[in-house]
């Protein structure tokens, strides 16, 4: 389900150089000497005599990594600080942009990608395309559907024009769905009116006291069910105790309604203060209901818990435990005609202890708040859509929040080529995929996936921990993983003008900016609900081919990697394989060991979320988890005051898990090939005294490169699945008994071990 699939990478970051400019720049490294010994049990089984590859892509790629080692490397001990020891040149030749969080290398990658779909977006239809006749008759069409969609984003001047006019449009057709006073002669009673609104809202992309989607059924993945979730709060709950957050947030949401009430923009800081009191008031009514639900949803570990979130439930039921508005009703409004709704119809009520509370919550709030609480999600989620000027107090607020300088903002083609994503990501993916993925990167990012595919596998029957039986399902589970490499080939194929054409060609954009996001909302809902009326399409993907991340997806069994994560530093088919296999290998471990985690072990080897595991196998499982637990929870951050803040063991278990059982497959998959080869891989320049293992060890620890700014770090830990980035080579690492061979470490065991 889309609640819980477990990508790679936490958040969406953006930083300043790309990898390739990256490499091209500092130099001060490059020339250090490296005192580690090869080891000599390394070379045995395989030709000792490694070549040097001297090609522009070994030498560009080792002078990076020589970048990024510490200057101070020898004064480090790799064993206990290979994230300084790997990073700290990365950290201190990356600096943030003003509105950037964080930076790492997966952003680097990513702002690579953006430049060249910039490129791209910039630039006229390519003289050269291959197409021909009526194919590139349709290319060029879907290639203007994408310029208009950037073009109407970019013209800001027209957005400037428009001002708060839709906006207000909006506000005043929900004034006439949900009046803040009843009104005496309005036919129907409170109930009819709060279904009304909540589907209205739904239809208008606001969650207002319950959301909903469409998505494969757990227990049944090839049907389409309907989930049901909790309404939508602005920040993490656990900001919600928060006063000095609550009381900027509450001026931030009152200084909206000030732009709103004059119709005058804020161009320049410093932000006056709420001058009228009863906007204050205001505001803080709906700070105050956000509390209120951020204390009746789950804890995000909880959440993520199939066992806490798979609740069968009929719409007879949800109706008697929320008397206050007709679920039933609503899911009516919503779902496409031909799938019947009725009290006997189960749909999965995702957060059950929520809806448990909705109904109480509906009966204590009352119905200005609750107007008021709608308006802001309202508010908030289409001034995105307004001129900058309108929105500098949210925009401050945020910043604020997460550490970045007050009034920054990302340069307008950032924003325009992520909008281009979400609303077009087929079309962009093509014109990506056309210029930068190679049959050679389908070919090698294959093998490397299925060797790390077969080791774990046969990693299996050397556990101690589970019983016989559980090891021939979970052999026969991994078998039937299905990887996604590259991009969409189906519904639609991206390699496909005439079927991209088709995909998109109800989605008709003008060039009113505003009114293009409501249609592409739309259009995608449409597309969406009317998934029900037929079986889970297996061949979607959830997300775009230059994204930088990756997934694993339960009921669908299959694990996901988009184009844009295969790429350097992480992948390259011309580098030697230690790079790959440490790099991309054990992000494709990873998002396999989630098929075996604390959540994805729930579902058996068709992607059913059923008990498949005896018990005396589960237990031991569970007492294993313990270790990575503990381990995690010893880890800490720096909070805002200096203070200690410790990373969430539980909340993070499954990407631990994941990050550990991922790197050990990596590892003995590469191991493998190199074996089979009978031969070394080939060196670098200036990294001759690097053994390939730890080479391999080096390109993992520099995929987790990483600077962050405090704040976002701390909201990071608050309330991210991901463990921080250092604990992420940290934590692994201690946990690879074949790291501290490579390095020599005096401790020789692993400390955590599972998979
Ligand atoms: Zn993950």
Known sequence: MKGLVHAAIAGAVWSPTSWARATGGLTRHQHIPLTLERREESSQQVDSAAELCTTTKCRDYAKYILDSFSPNYTAIDPCTDFDKWSCDGWTANHQYRPEQSSLSVSSVLSDSNRDMLHAILEGQYPANSTFTGQDQTLDKANFDKMKTAYNTCMAEDKIKEYGLNPLQDLLDDFEEVFPMKAERDREGSYKDELTAVATWLQKNQVAGLLSSSPGANDMSPDEVIIGLDASEIQLPKAYYNKSVVLTNYTRAIAQMYQVLSS??????????????????????????????????????????????????????????????????????????????????????????????????????????????????????????????????????????????????????????????????????????????????????????????????????????????????????????????????????????PSDLNQYYTNLRLSADYFGNGQAGYKWAQNKTWHDLLKPTDRTQWGMTSPTVNAYFNPPLNEIVFPAGIMQPPFFNSELPNYVSYGGFGATAGHELTHGFDDNGSKYDVNGKYREWWDNETTAKFEAKTQCFVKQYNEYTVEGLEGEKVHVNGKLTLPENIADSGGLNAAFRAWKDRQTASGKQDPALPGLEKLTNEQLFFVSYGNGWCEKVRKEALLSQVLSDPHSPADKRILGPLANSADFKKAFNCPVKKATCDLW
């Open 263 to 496: 119709g005058d923009p804020i161009d320049e800081s410093p932000i006056p203060a709420w001058k009228n009191s009863s906007l204050f008031e205001k505001a803080k009514r709906v700070v105050d209901f956000e509390k209120l639900i951020a204390d009746k949803v789950a804890e995000p570990e909880v959440k993520n818990d199939i066992k806490y979130s798979y609740n069968l439930k009929t719409l007879g039921e949800l109706d008697t435990l929320v008397p206050q508005i007709s679920i039933q009703q609503y899911l009516k409004n919503l779902a496409p005609p031909g799938y019947p709704i009725d009290s006997k119809r189960t749909v999965i009520a995702y957060d059950i202890g929520y809806f448990g509370n909705l109904s109480e919550i509906i009966k204590t709030t009352s119905r200005q708040t609750l107007h008021d609480y709608f308006e802001w999600r309202l508010i908030i989620t289409h001034s995105e859509r307004l001129h900058s000027n309108y929105t500098a107090p949210v925009r401050r607020f945020k910043n604020v929040l997460n550490g970045k300088e007050p009034d920054a903002s990302p340069l307008r083609w950032r924003s325009c080529i992520s909008e281009v994503d979400d609303s077009l990501g087929h079309l962009l993916g093509a014109a990506y995929i056309q210029r930068l993925f190679t049959k050679q990167d389908k070919a090698r990012g294959d093998q490397v996936i299925n060797d790390v595919k077969r080791v774990f596998g046969d990693n299996l029957k050397y556990l101690d921990w589970m019983s016989n039986s559980s090891k021939a399902v979970a052999a026969e589970k991994v078998k039937n993983i299905i990887p996604k490499i590259g991009y969409q080939v189906q519904n639609p194929n991206e390699e496909s």
